[in-house]
């Protein structure tokens, strides 16, 4: 994980750290925080607690999102923060909805000029975002919305499972990670699990990035703790209230980075400090696909 | 207090009323879209009473979940399992949501005014807020693409206003007549509104597109209404009492769906 970010994320770029709920790659974000980098640009739908603790840590200069919050619990201190008060330094905002965001990767992706798409009438939110734009249907048949590309420098996704090429296969909710890794200059795929080729060809249907876009594969077993991994563990959902109370002061916030992230010197330590009951509480009941045949045609 | 709705209300409690109201405006609907929170237990409860073939759409990317927990976030992992389909979120947004096959969506707020209009981006000043909100998520494209909405939100004057500050998602605009021209004339699919549910009371919609108390929760009064509205409200002429929760609808709340209480103290 270390040489992945030292190697691939830069100072000013723009990063997608993409997981709806689902995979979001904590592990990558901490790295990113304890590395120092700075000036970078975040886009995520959901900012989550993971860009806030990224913002608390002074990463970032501006971000881009469709909703910001902590889900089911409240709000995050840290951007909060930034956002209302300026303290300890402004942060520049763009903001859309989550389909606008899901058909910016999606343009970003396919090589498009913009995504058109049927949201924001009579919405102050192309007021506030003058990137929003209304136009024309060539075809004379009314209007719609446009949203431009989003091509993030990095895109980072965690996944259940990769081979050593990065050909990269998920299960559970799929978010957008498809298409912000597509739209991405540089990918970096982290995962619970490596294995062999054969495990990938094997149900093809289940690939959702092929290695030929992936830049690096990391090993991060719980490396999306405190979201979840579908069928190896729950979301921490303890963490995530506890991180209300956290996020709340500065004092407070800075003290759990130095923790959790700077004290810390990856992944292995965070999880020896978190306990091995912690972890074992989180593991959910098995509840197997069945199998398909795709058949042998030789 | 001539208008105080006689009932006992120590059995239950206002959200347990809330979430028990808003689940039966859902019966007879087909394919709802899901919120996190109220929405969720209420939606849930709907389908283990008066909405059985009920399809739950979760913006995360879930057609037909089954949860077998009650959803602690949106994207929870107990929504997939068990689900019709699992697909991305440019599916979810393209075909099922813009494609016209979402009958409710429902959405909360942070602010609403009486057009059904909703704010959950700011307080204040966009550029300069007093309070930042969490902004659209899904709302602004479910409250123009789904066929209705419902709101569940629980009243106070800070958030039944007579001016919202930020339009998040459009409702009736500024009235009936013109929302439906500007729907029908940008094709919107949805036709806005139709129901708020508080812990107060049930709202419909006039003829004008303004909000209208239509029934009372037990032990309501039409005080508390205006104690906690913005606006003059307009007022049914004749206006019901909400059944109270049965038995076997509080039973479901507090032992399936919420059983720590974490929504409905």
């Not at chain 1, 990063?15 to 980098?37: C, D, M, N, P, W």
């Not at chain 1, 979201?227 to 979301?235: E, F, I, K, M, N």
């Not at chain 2, 009486?114 to 602004?140: E, W």
Request: charged content about 25%; hydrophobic content about 40%; glycine content about 10%.
């Amino acid at each position: 994980m270390r040489d992945a970010i030292a190697d691939l994320v830069r100072d000013g770029d723009t990063v997608a750290i993409e997981g709806f709920t689902h995979l979001i790659s904590f592990a990558a974000g901490h790295e990113i925080i304890r590395q120092r980098k700075r000036d970078l640009t975040l886009a995520r739908l959901t900012p989550d607690l993971i860009y806030d603790q990224m913002i608390a840590g002074g990463v970032a200069r501006k971000l881009i999102f469709s909703w910001l919050g902590n889900p089911g619990v409240g709000g995050l201190g840290a951007i909060r923060r930034r956002i209302e008060t300026g303290e300890p330094a402004p942060l520049e905002i763009e903001e859309y909805s989550h389909f606008g965001m899901v058909g910016r990767y999606t343009a970003g992706a396919s090589n498009l000029p913009f995504f058109p798409l049927r949201s924001y009438f009579e919405s102050d939110m192309p007021v506030a975002n003058p990137l929003i734009r209304e136009i024309e249907s060539p075809y004379g048949n009314g209007k719609v919305f446009a949203v431009p590309p989003l091509k993030p420098d990095v895109t980072i996704v965690h996944a259940q499972r990769a081979d050593a090429h990065g050909n990269t296969q998920v299960w559970g909710l799929l978010g957008c990670q498809k298409e912000a890794a597509f739209a991405a200059d540089r990918v970096i795929v982290v995962v619970e699990e490596l294995v062999d080729e054969a495990v990938i060809r094997a149900d093809p249907n289940r690939t959702i990035i092929p290695g030929l876009i992936v830049d690096a594969v990391v090993v991060e077993p719980y490396g999306a703790h405190p979201s979840y991994v579908q069928g190896a563990y729950d979301r921490d959902n303890r963490f995530y209230l506890d991180w209300d109370a956290i996020t709340r002061d500065e004092a407070t916030t800075q003290a759990w980075l130095r923790d959790w992230v700077y004290d810390l010197d990856g992944r292995g330590a965070y999880l020896d400090k978190l306990g091995a009951e912690r972890i074992a509480g989180l593991r959910p009941g098995s509840a197997p696909s069945g199998s398909v045949d795709y058949g042998d045609y030789r | 207090m001539s208008e105080t709705v006689p009932a006992s209300t120590a059995a239950f409690s206002k959200s347990e009323m809330m979430i028990v109201a808003a689940a039966r405006e859902l019966a007879g609907q087909r394919v709802c879209f899901v919120g996190v929170g109220l929405p969720n237990i209420a939606v849930n409860l709907a389908k283990r009473t008066v909405a059985p073939d009920l399809e739950l759409v979760y913006e995360a990317g879930v057609f037909g979940a089954e949860p077998a927990r009650l959803p602690l976030s949106i994207g929870d992992p107990t929504i997939v399992t068990g689900s019709i389909a699992v697909v991305s979120m440019y599916e979810l947004f393209s075909f099922y949501l813009q494609g016209g096959l979402v009958d409710v969506g429902f959405l909360g707020a942070a602010q609403i005014d009486r057009f059904g209009n909703i704010n959950t981006t700011v307080i204040g000043d966009y550029a300069h807020p007093k309070t930042r909100l969490p902004g659209s998520g899904g709302a602004c494209e479910i409250a123009i693409n789904a066929r209705q909405i419902f709101v569940i939100m629980r009243q106070s004057a800070r958030s039944f206003v007579e001016r919202i500050d930020f339009r998040t998602s459009p409702g009736n605009l500024g009235g009936a007549e013109k929302a439906e021209r500007i729907r029908r004339e940008q094709g919107w699919l949805g036709r806005g509104p139709s129901v708020v549910v508080t812990d107060l009371g049930i709202w419909h919609f006039d003829e004008n597109g303004e909000m209208r108390l239509d029934s009372l929760h037990p032990g309501a009064t039409l005080e508390e209404i205006r104690a906690t509205i913005g606006w003059e409200p307009r007022i049914a002429s004749s206006v019901a009492v909400t059944p109270a929760p049965s038995g076997e609808e509080l039973r479901l709340i507090r032992q399936e769906l919420d059983p720590g209480g974490t929504y409905t103290k």
